[in-house]
């Protein structure tokens, strides 16, 4: 039986008295053991309101392909958290800031104008001065290129938050396809001073398709990413694989040459506009914006089914594989 003049609360006490903080401050004067003991049970069992209202119950997907788009959103605000941090950090500490997402295809583009247009006598194929129609290729490509690259490692750099805490893991690669699109926005603002330049006006139809090929590079990207970033977990092969892989496929992708060279081999031009749907978008890119070329729907609509091909391919193997994410990272 409780102790006489004892005030902590317990079993006998009413209901009503007990307090519903989440803190509980009591004195322990004149009471016994058993006192301490019944006052921890019944605080320890006692559910405050809000614990009563909120139930998280944690269940493996229904189907690998499938994505809770509710889920998603009651997390909206991690998203916006961790993809403020990739902006605010990448370029924190630096002399020239977000320069840097101008500088590095600026350069480029004047290094790769010299050593293929002036020296290997490579050209547009149908006018375009070089150096924009350089620039188009390469502000798609180091899209695409960067946000493989980061999506690929993300699991691995937030390894101690995946393993301390539940959240949706497919926040983390498409953080890396979101924070990429602003280096491509300040980028794009050298394209339009070059075609400023060199007397060039966009056409309308690539105004009105930039989104669905910016949306296209985004699920290349991200497919690929997510397939990279479940094998990095385990294999970490592919830190040392991937920046090989990446400059190989800058070659056998039309970003410093136009896709008809290849017109006398029929057999690598169609192999690559079927496996690699970023030769088709940056194609496209190139005939919308500078208004020297038709955009060729066929290409467009090949690179649209394989960019689905590669997301939906990323994301199974992706949720196949998250269960273990937490143990072996």
Known sequence: MPTANCRLPTADCPQSSLPTANFVYFSTQNCSLFDLHCAFFHLSTKKTPVESNRILIIEPPKRWLSINFRELWQYRDL??????????????????????????????????????????KIDSGDGTPYPVFLYVGLLFWQYYSNT????SGSMVANA???????????????????????????????????????????????????????????MTAMGAGMFLAAINVKYRDVRYALPFFIQIMMYVTPVIYPVNMLNNYPVIKVMMLWLNPISGI????????????????????????????????????????????????
Do not use: H
Request: proline share 3%; net charge positive; hydrophobic share 60%.
């Open 79 to 120: 998203f916006i958290t961790l993809a403020w941090r990739d902006i605010s950090v990448r370029y924190k500490q630096t002399a020239l800031g977000i320069l840097w997402a101008v500088f590095q295809p600026f350069v480029t583009m004047i290094v790769f104008t010299f050593i293929f247009n002036r020296m290997a």
């Open 160 to 218: 101690g938050m995946i393993q301390k805490i539940y959240f949706p893991r497919l926040i983390i690669p498409a953080t890396s396809a979101t924070t990429g699109l602003v280096d491509f926005a300040i980028s794009s603002v050298i394209l339009i001073g070059m075609m400023f330049y060199y007397q060039f006006m966009p056409n309308m139809i690539g105004i009105i398709i930039l989104p669905l090929l910016i949306l296209c590079t985004m």
């Open 148 to 151: 493989l690259t980061n999506a």
């Open 282 to 329: 940056i194609t496209n890119a190139r005939a919308g914006f500078l208004g020297q070329g038709v955009v060729n729907w066929e290409i467009l609509g090949i690179s649209m089914l394989m960019s689905m091909v590669f997301f939906m391919g990323g994301l199974f193997y992706f949720r196949n594989t998250e269960r273990y994410f937490a143990d072996i990272v």
